[in-house]
């Protein structure tokens, strides 16, 4: 199993979508680690160092667009690779995530875990 030693950061404050997508993705030999904030969200990617990142962008104390401009400023948070997981559209998002270097942007609504699984599989391989 190749992702049995992939690490998935999420950042989301909805426990509740967090939580889902943990399971989801522990149930396929992923390690997961969650943060529900920005700002517990930089440090988890910082000290984590996880193969990729879900970012919701509507957050509190840092939004995402922020904490993904934080981390691009750093040497080792340049080549993190990100999916925007959001309930935002595409043309609702910040103009700022267009030049930070987003894997992809994915709605919420639009894709069942499952597909957003499948997603983060094809990312990373």
């Known amino acids: 199993m190749a992702q049995a030693s992939r690490k998935i950061a999420i950042v989301e404050d909805d426990l509740a979508i967090s939580q889902m997508y943990r399971m989801k993705f522990e149930a396929e030999g992923y390690t997961v680690q969650t943060a529900d904030n920005g700002k517990v ?3 988890l990617i910082k000290n984590f ?3 990729i990142v879900l970012l919701d962008l509507m957050m509190p104390e840092m939004n995402g667009d922020e904490l993904l401009e934080k981390i691009r400023k750093e040497d080792w948070g340049e080549d993190v690779k990100v999916i925007v997981l959001t309930n935002l559209g595409q043309e609702e998002a910040p103009d700022s995530l ?3 270097n987003v ?3 994915i709605v919420k609504a639009e894709m069942t875990p499952k597909q957003v699984a499948e997603h983060v599989k094809q990312a990373l391989a």
């Open 41 to 43: 969200g930089f440090d």
């Open 98 to 100: 267009r030049t930070l």
């Open 103 to 105: 894997h992809s942007f």
């Open 49 to 51: 160092n996880p193969d």
